[in-house]
C-alpha cells in the first residue's frame, strides 16, 4: 500500500518536474544557456494562474504559459542574445533576473503561500480496489505524458524539430546551411518559458505557490537534466521519473538525508558517464 | 561579373589584426587559391566572408550585393557554401539526414515548420543523387557518427553542394585524408561545375596549385601577392613568405 501510493505520488511530482526540466533542457541544449530564470518562470506560472482563476482553470493554465512565453521571449531577445557566447555572464543574467521576479512577485503577490483548487471534475480520487488515486495527480500525469509525447512529435517528426535537433547537434554548421538558429533560439526560449510556466499552473493546486518556490525547483530542474542529458527530451523524462522517486521517497524515509540521497545518483551518474544517461557524447 | 569582392576588409580582436584591408575580387566560375602560412588568416577571412565574424572595417559583396551585415544563415540563402577546417556535422544524425537539412535552406520548405522531412520522397531522392556524386550513396541510412574520416569529409563537401551554391568555401578539404583518400575527395573537386565559383584554402601543394587559377598569398592578415597561378608561383614575396618554408 505505502510502496504504491509513494510511487503514484512519485510519478505526480516526475509529472511537474518533466514540465519544469524539458524546456530547460532543450534551452541549455540547443542555446548552451543555462537559464537560471526558469525556476522563477515556474513560480510566475503559478501566481499568474491564481490570479486568472477568476476566469476559468483551463483560461488560468493557457495565461500562466503565454505569461512566461512572452516574458521568455524579451528575456531571450533582450538579455541573452546580446550576452551570446558569455555563458558566466548569461548565468549571472538570467540570475539576476530570477531574483528580480522573484521580488517583484513578493510585491504582487505577498508572502503568503496561495493554493489554487482544482476544477470540480478533478477533485476526489479514482479508486481501484483498496487503493484511491487523487484525480488531479492522475491529470498530472497524463497532461506530462501528452506534453512529452507532442514534444517528441514536433522534435522528431516535423522538419522545425529537424532543425532544432540540427542546431543542437552543431550550431555552426547548421547557419552554415542556413538554418536561422537565432530565430530557432527565440522559439526554443519562448516554449521552454511556456512549459515551465504551465507546469508552475498547474503544480499549483499541489504544492501551492509562495516565495522560494523557484529555488527549491530550480536545483530539481537541474539534476534531472543533467542525469538524463542534456538537450535530451527522453533523458529529461527518465530523468523527472527517477528524480520525482528519490525525491518522494527520500522525504518520506530518511528526510534528514534527503539530500544526499537526491545528489548521490547525480554523482555517480557524472562519474561514470558525464554526458548524462542519454546525452550524446562530446565528438 | 564578380562573384565575390572584398573591399578594404579588416578584422581584429582587441589589439591583435587578424585580417588588415585586404583586398580582391573573385570572378564568376573562377578557382581561387588562398595561401598563406599557419596564423596568416586565411581561416578567419573564410569566416568573415561566410558571417561567422563581423568586419571591423570594409566591406564584403556577393554577385554585386552587400551581404557585409547579413547573418550566416542568410547569406548561406544566397549562396555561400562552405567546410571546416575541423569536420562540422550533424554527428547524431543519418548521412542523407544532413544532406536533407543542408538543402532545406534553398527551398521553400524552411518556413513550413510542421510535416515530416522523412516523408518527402522529391528531397530523399535529390539528396541521394549529391551522395551518388560524392560516392556515399552506399552509406545513406548509417549515422555519421559511425562513418570513417574520409567519408565524413566526403559528406560535408556533398553538404555544401546540396545547398546548390554559387560560391563555395573549401577550407583544407583535404586535412588529414590518407592517400587514397586524397585521391577520392581531389577527384570530387576535380569534377565540380565549371560555373560554380570555389575559393579553397589547402596545403597539399600538389592538388592545390593544379586545382587554382588564380591565388592570393595572405601573410599576418595582410595581401601579400594576388595574381594568376604562375604570377604568384613565380613571385619572389611568395616564396619567402611560403613556399620556403
Given at each position: 500500500?505505502?510502496?504504491?501510493?509513494?510511487?503514484?505520488?512519485?510519478?505526480?511530482?516526475?509529472?511537474?518536474?518533466?514540465?519544469?526540466?524539458?524546456?530547460?533542457?532543450?534551452?541549455?541544449?540547443?542555446?548552451?544557456?543555462?537559464?537560471?530564470?526558469?525556476?522563477?518562470?515556474?513560480?510566475?506560472?503559478?501566481?499568474?494562474?491564481?490570479?486568472?482563476?477568476?476566469?476559468?482553470?483551463?483560461?488560468?493554465?493557457?495565461?500562466?504559459?503565454?505569461?512566461?512565453?512572452?516574458?521568455?521571449?524579451?528575456?531571450?531577445?533582450?538579455?541573452?542574445?546580446?550576452?551570446?557566447?558569455?555563458?558566466?555572464?548569461?548565468?549571472?543574467?538570467?540570475?539576476?533576473?530570477?531574483?528580480?521576479?522573484?521580488?517583484?512577485?513578493?510585491?504582487?503577490?505577498?508572502?503568503?503561500?496561495?493554493?489554487?483548487?482544482?476544477?470540480?471534475?478533478?477533485?476526489?480520487?479514482?479508486?481501484?480496489?483498496?487503493?484511491?488515486?487523487?484525480?488531479?495527480?492522475?491529470?498530472?500525469?497524463?497532461?506530462?505524458?501528452?506534453?512529452?509525447?507532442?514534444?517528441?512529435?514536433?522534435?522528431?517528426?516535423?522538419?522545425?524539430?529537424?532543425?532544432?535537433?540540427?542546431?543542437?547537434?552543431?550550431?555552426?554548421?547548421?547557419?552554415?546551411?542556413?538554418?536561422?538558429?537565432?530565430?530557432?533560439?527565440?522559439?526554443?526560449?519562448?516554449?521552454?518559458?511556456?512549459?515551465?510556466?504551465?507546469?508552475?499552473?498547474?503544480?499549483?493546486?499541489?504544492?501551492?505557490?509562495?516565495?522560494?518556490?523557484?529555488?527549491?525547483?530550480?536545483?530539481?530542474?537541474?539534476?534531472?537534466?543533467?542525469?538524463?542529458?542534456?538537450?535530451?527530451?527522453?533523458?529529461?523524462?527518465?530523468?523527472?521519473?527517477?528524480?520525482?522517486?528519490?525525491?518522494?521517497?527520500?522525504?518520506?524515509?530518511?528526510?534528514?538525508?534527503?539530500?544526499?540521497?537526491?545528489?548521490?545518483?547525480?554523482?555517480?551518474?557524472?562519474?561514470?558517464?558525464?554526458?548524462?544517461?542519454?546525452?550524446?557524447?562530446?565528438? | 561579373?564578380?562573384?565575390?569582392?572584398?573591399?578594404?576588409?579588416?578584422?581584429?580582436?582587441?589589439?591583435?589584426?587578424?585580417?588588415?584591408?585586404?583586398?580582391?575580387?573573385?570572378?564568376?566560375?573562377?578557382?581561387?587559391?588562398?595561401l598563406g602560412p599557419?596564423?596568416?588568416?586565411?581561416?578567419?577571412?573564410?569566416?568573415?566572408?561566410?558571417?561567422?565574424?563581423?568586419?571591423?572595417?570594409?566591406?564584403?559583396?556577393?554577385?554585386?550585393?552587400?551581404?557585409?551585415?547579413?547573418?550566416?544563415?542568410?547569406?548561406?540563402?544566397?549562396?555561400?557554401?562552405?567546410?571546416?577546417?575541423?569536420?562540422?556535422?550533424?554527428?547524431?544524425?543519418?548521412?542523407?539526414?544532413?544532406?536533407?537539412?543542408?538543402?532545406?535552406?534553398?527551398?521553400?520548405?524552411?518556413?513550413?515548420?510542421?510535416?515530416?522531412?522523412?516523408?518527402?520522397?522529391?528531397?530523399?531522392?535529390?539528396?541521394?543523387?549529391?551522395?551518388?556524386?560524392?560516392?556515399?550513396?552506399?552509406?545513406?541510412?548509417?549515422?555519421?557518427?559511425?562513418?570513417?574520416?574520409?567519408?565524413?569529409?566526403?559528406?560535408?563537401?556533398?553538404?555544401?553542394?546540396?545547398?546548390?551554391?554559387?560560391?563555395?568555401?573549401?577550407?583544407?578539404?583535404?586535412?588529414?585524408?590518407?592517400?587514397?583518400?586524397?585521391?577520392?575527395?581531389?577527384?570530387?573537386?576535380?569534377?565540380?561545375?565549371?560555373?560554380?565559383?570555389?575559393?579553397?584554402?589547402?596545403?597539399?601543394m600538389?592538388?592545390?596549385l593544379?586545382?587554382?587559377?588564380?591565388i592570393a598569398l595572405l601573410q599576418n592578415?595582410k595581401l601579400l601577392v594576388d595574381g594568376s597561378r604562375d604570377e604568384v608561383i613565380a613571385d619572389p614575396r611568395t616564396k619567402e613568405a611560403y613556399l620556403a618554408e
Amino acid at each position: 500500500m505505502f510502496w504504491i501510493t509513494g510511487l503514484f505520488n512519485s510519478l505526480a511530482f516526475a509529472a511537474v518536474l518533466f514540465l519544469l526540466a524539458a524546456g530547460f533542457s532543450l534551452i541549455f541544449g540547443l542555446m548552451r544557456v543555462a537559464n537560471l530564470t526558469h525556476g522563477a518562470f515556474f513560480m510566475l506560472g503559478g501566481y499568474l494562474a491564481t490570479s486568472a482563476i477568476g476566469a476559468g482553470f483551463w483560461i488560468a493554465i493557457v495565461a500562466a504559459g503565454a505569461g512566461c512565453a512572452l516574458l521568455g521571449g524579451l528575456v531571450q531577445h533582450l538579455l541573452v542574445q546580446r550576452l551570446a557566447g558569455r555563458e558566466l555572464a548569461q548565468v549571472l543574467g538570467t540570475l539576476g533576473l530570477s531574483f528580480i521576479v522573484a521580488d517583484q512577485c513578493l510585491l504582487i503577490w505577498s508572502g503568503d503561500p496561495i493554493s489554487l483548487a482544482p476544477p470540480a471534475f478533478l477533485q476526489g480520487a479514482a479508486r481501484l480496489g483498496m487503493f484511491a488515486f487523487p484525480l488531479y495527480r492522475l491529470f498530472l500525469i497524463v497532461v506530462a505524458a501528452f506534453v512529452a509525447i507532442a514534444l517528441w512529435l514536433v522534435v522528431e517528426r516535423t522538419t522545425l524539430g529537424a532543425k532544432i535537433r540540427a542546431a543542437v547537434d552543431d550550431r555552426e554548421m547548421a547557419r552554415a546551411t542556413g538554418i536561422p538558429v537565432s530565430r530557432l533560439f527565440t522559439v526554443v526560449f519562448c516554449l521552454g518559458s511556456a512549459l515551465a510556466g504551465i507546469g508552475g499552473a498547474l503544480a499549483a493546486p499541489v504544492l501551492s505557490v509562495y516565495p522560494g518556490l523557484d529555488t527549491e525547483m530550480l536545483p530539481l530542474a537541474l539534476l534531472v537534466v543533467i542525469l538524463g542529458g542534456i538537450g535530451s527530451l527522453a533523458g529529461a523524462l527518465i530523468g523527472s521519473v527517477l528524480i520525482g522517486i528519490i525525491y518522494t521517497f527520500g522525504q518520506i524515509l530518511l528526510p534528514d538525508l534527503s539530500y544526499v540521497i537526491l545528489f548521490l545518483p547525480m554523482v555517480i551518474v557524472l562519474a561514470v558517464r558525464p554526458e548524462g544517461l542519454l546525452g550524446r557524447q562530446a565528438a | 561579373m564578380s562573384a565575390l569582392e572584398l573591399n578594404n576588409l579588416s578584422k581584429s580582436f582587441g589589439g591583435l589584426h587578424v585580417i588588415s584591408d585586404v583586398s580582391f575580387k573573385v570572378m564568376e566560375g573562377e578557382r581561387r587559391l588562398i595561401l598563406g602560412p599557419n596564423g596568416a588568416g586565411k581561416t578567419t577571412l573564410f569566416n568573415l566572408i561566410a558571417g561567422d565574424l563581423a568586419p571591423s572595417f570594409g566591406t564584403i559583396s556577393l554577385a554585386g550585393e552587400d551581404v557585409s551585415a547579413l547573418p550566416t544563415n542568410r547569406r548561406a540563402a544566397r549562396g555561400i557554401g562552405r567546410t571546416f577546417q575541423i569536420l562540422t556535422l550533424f554527428s547524431g544524425e543519418t548521412v542523407i539526414r544532413n544532406v536533407v537539412l543542408a538543402s532545406l535552406g534553398r527551398t521553400s520548405r524552411r518556413w513550413k515548420p510542421f510535416g515530416s522531412l522523412d516523408a518527402d520522397e522529391e528531397f530523399r531522392a535529390s539528396a541521394m543523387e549529391i551522395l551518388r556524386t560524392v560516392m556515399l550513396d552506399y552509406i545513406a541510412d548509417k549515422c555519421v557518427s559511425e562513418t570513417s574520416y574520409g567519408e565524413r569529409r566526403r559528406l560535408e563537401i556533398a553538404m555544401a553542394l546540396a545547398q546548390q551554391p554559387r560560391l563555395l568555401l573549401l577550407d583544407e578539404p583535404l586535412a588529414g585524408l590518407s592517400k587514397e583518400e586524397r585521391k577520392g575527395v581531389e577527384g570530387l573537386l576535380n569534377a565540380l561545375p565549371r560555373s560554380l565559383t570555389v575559393i579553397m584554402i589547402e596545403h597539399d601543394m600538389d592538388v592545390a596549385l593544379g586545382f587554382a587559377d588564380r591565388i592570393a598569398l595572405l601573410q599576418n592578415g595582410k595581401l601579400l601577392v594576388d595574381g594568376s597561378r604562375d604570377e604568384v608561383i613565380a613571385d619572389p614575396r611568395t616564396k619567402e613568405a611560403y613556399l620556403a618554408e
